[in-house]
Nanobody, 121 residues
């Protein structure tokens, strides 16, 4: 089971750090990705970190502003979001599993319930 936290309301240009914590199992051997669903839009891929924490990939829209990292000791993955824009407003979800770091949500076995991020202009 995965649980996201850290969402909230922030002004344009602000920062937030989202957390994705696993319970009941370890995510050490899993790739973990973040997706988001903006109002009226389909869910889209944001970033991914491989099981080792060495390789990270980002969607072009967030590259240079968002950073994904993981703390194996805490069984938690983070998404640091800087220079937030109103178009980043969305529900953010973390997923885990898969055999590679994919932008296809269907390859992941575990999903969280999401956390709302709202960026005001």
């Amino acid at each position: 089971q995965l649980a996201e936290s850290g969402g909230g309301l922030v002004q344009d240009g602000g920062s937030l750090r989202l957390s994705c914590a696993a319970s009941g199992h370890t995510t050490d051997s899993y790739h973990v990705a973040w997706f988001r669903q903006r109002p009226g839009k389909e869910r889209d891929w944001v970033a991914c970190i491989d099981y080792s924490g060495v390789t990270t990939t980002y969607a072009p829209s967030v590259k240079g502003r968002f950073t994904v990292s993981r703390d194996h000791a805490k069984n938690t993955v983070y998404l640091q979001m800087n220079s937030l824009k109103p178009e980043d407003t969305a529900v953010y979800y973390c997923v885990a599993g898969g055999t590679w770091c994919s932008d296809n949500e269907r390859v992941y076995q575990y999903r969280g319930q999401g956390t709302q991020v709202t960026v005001s202009s």
